[in-house]
């Protein structure tokens, strides 16, 4: 019973009395700096006007960069409507030890982002992980730059010139660090440039866009163009499938004055468009990668919405800037750093504090319940460190917290025992004074005074464990590092439900051992375990394991595997227990 009132609870908590969002807010505080490895934090403001001969230091988003300092520009050429001038390459390679990325000239956007450390799937030959959706169309791409000037819309796939056609940081020293700078001149004199830095052993990097005239633009008229509409754009295809999953929870993520928010792709779509004040960072996210910009002293909006029809449509997330003016001598200064890598708790922590990108994670909203995750988090890392075995990790964690909590354990089943033998007097009670319910109270609180008897110690040490419990259920949920970590044998994920064949029932029910084995640990635990319930509610109460074993058939190996192990624990607690009779 008591297992099963401690999985019940459990379930309910997930998936109905979640916790709600943590309370801080960047309105309730002041934002602060972070800084990342071997790159100098942003500056305070991500729209700033300064004077276009400032250095070429002044001029990079990081000032820490190996390269030292800038080359003169590429030839800056192109214009508005977009026409790729003759010798531009059609893109430029980053590589460092964590990813390999490909960045467009045609808008400077991402068309690929390759994890070298993750793979699409557990097979010995997957290819390795990609975090940007290959069938976006060249205006749909993440990281494409909105921008109005002079009146005139800046086509989002104008033609760059890098100042580089290759950039492989792979096999340097953690921290090296790289740029890259693309520019291009419109017809009507204005300069753009886009200016990224990369740091070896880190998956943020950093963007700089300057808007400014060209030194040969001359007259009054060029003191009133202005930068207008300027948005930093980041699309992914809609995996409507992924969302719905319990175990894939695909959505955007957004950290903004009201805290932080997880929308599903249909309840965007449901409601047309979300739009966040003052957000300190927007992405997309499923079980265990993030997608995420975060803008420097960002004071606009960020605005999520659905774009197109059917299966054609593409989730837009658009950081929308503060408008400019550009005149003569000074320039327009937008700023983002950009993650796109793994949900890995401690790397997003490191990150800082006041950006809460480790809530991504989705550990938790509590910060006590986030300081539990984060030890057991520890420990279970520690006991790989020892066996090189994620799932015998979880087997001696589980040992562990079983060991910690037996005195409770064995309070609880004394208790239940106590009240098992007193179920007769009870039931004798209540044929005495069958019609007098107070009469029936008084008498049973004397009963359990006389004999010492708590009537919620049974119950009372489970509850003091469920927050335990619970932190262990979310590490195991979302921990990264499980992720097609293999056990023994046909376990080779134990991120995913374990499969030996499949029922063709409700769509297909994957069938593995281990859930079977939890409920039959199950049954006998139950079998075990004294009881007050009369015979029919017993009855009823057998069908638990059943009922149990097919919804685990979904959960992760690893979710199983911790359950089974913890079952099993526990009948051998009681088996120690009923020998020496307390």
């Not at 699409?120 to 990609?130: F, H, Q």
């Amino acid at each position: 019973m008591a297992v099963a009132l401690s999985l019940a609870v459990l379930l309910i908590w997930q998936l109905v009395f979640k916790p709600a969002p943590a309370p801080h807010s960047p309105e309730s505080q002041p934002q602060q700096k972070y800084s990342k490895p071997g790159i100098q934090a942003a500056p305070p403001a991500s729209v700033t006007t300064q004077t276009a001969q400032a250095t070429p230091q002044e001029a990079n988003p990081t000032t820490e960069l190996t390269s030292g300092k800038l080359e003169p520009l590429p030839a800056v050429t192109g214009e508005i409507s977009g026409n790729k001038p003759a010798g531009i390459p059609a893109s430029v390679e980053v590589e460092t030890d964590l990813y390999k990325c490909v960045i467009s000239t045609d808008g400077g956007y991402l068309k690929s982002f390759l994890l070298k450390k993750f793979k699409e799937t557990a097979a010995k030959n997957s290819p390795l992980k990609e975090l940007i959706s290959r069938d976006l169309p060249p205006n749909k791409s993440p990281l494409l730059l909105g921008l109005n000037l002079g009146g005139k819309a800046l086509s989002p796939t104008v033609s760059y010139a890098p100042d580089a056609m290759k950039i492989d940081l792979s096999g340097k020293p953690a921290g090296a660090s790289q740029y890259l700078r693309m520019a291009l001149k419109t017809r009507e004199g204005f300069v753009v440039e886009r200016t990224y830095s990369f740091t070896n052993g880190n998956y943020l990097m950093g963007l700089t866009v300057k808007v400014s005239e060209s030194p040969d633009v001359t007259g009054e008229a060029s003191s009133r163009r202005v930068s207008e509409n300027a948005s930093l754009n980041w699309f992914t295809r809609m995996d409507e499938k992924k969302s719905k999953s319990r175990f894939g929870t695909f959505a955007t993520v957004v950290y903004a004055a009201k805290g932080f928010s997880k929308e599903s792709p249909s309840k965007i779509r449901k409601n047309g468009q979300f739009t966040y004040p003052q957000p300190v960072w927007t992405g997309f996210a499923d079980g265990y990668f993030l997608d995420a910009i975060i803008p420097s002293g960002f004071s606009g909006l960020a605005v999520n919405s659905v774009e197109g029809e059917g299966d054609d449509q593409i989730i837009a997330q658009r950081l929308e800037f503060q408008d400019g003016v550009v005149a003569p001598g000074q320039q327009q200064v937008y700023r983002a750093d950009v993650y796109i890598g793994p949900k890995e708790f401690d790397r997003l922590k490191a990150m800082g504090e006041e950006l809460n990108l480790y809530r991504s994670a989705e550990y938790g909203y509590l910060e006590e319940y986030l300081r539990l995750v984060t030890v057991l988090v520890f420990i279970l890392k520690l006991f790989n460190r020892l066996v090189h075995n994620w799932g015998l990790s979880i087997i001696l964690l589980t040992v562990l917290v079983k060991v910690i909590f037996f005195p409770l354990t064995r309070s609880s089943f004394k208790q239940m025992k106590a009240m098992q033998a007193l179920q007769p007097r009870i039931k004798e009670l209540q044929e005495k004074y069958k019609n007098d319910r107070a009469k029936i109270n008084e008498e049973m609180m004397a009963l359990y005074r006389l004999h010492k008897v708590n009537p919620l110690g049974g119950c009372l040490p489970m509850l003091l464990q469920l927050p335990v419990l619970y932190a262990l259920y979310r590490t195991l949920y979302v921990s990264i590092e499980l992720r097609y970590a293999p056990f023994v044998g046909w376990i080779n994920d134990l991120s995913s439900p374990e499969r030996i064949f499949t029922l063709p029932v409700f769509g297909g029910v994957d069938v593995g051992i281990m859930p079977i084995l939890m409920a039959v640990s199950m049954y006998v635990q139950q079998k075990m375990t004294p009881t007050t319930m009369d015979p029919a509610q017993a009855k009823m109460f057998m069908m638990m394991p059943l009922m149990f074993a097919f919804i685990s058939f979904g959960f992760p190996s690893g979710l199983v595997l911790y359950w089974l192990v913890s079952n099993l624990l526990t009948i051998a607690q009681q088996y120690v227990i009923n020998r020496r009779g307390t």
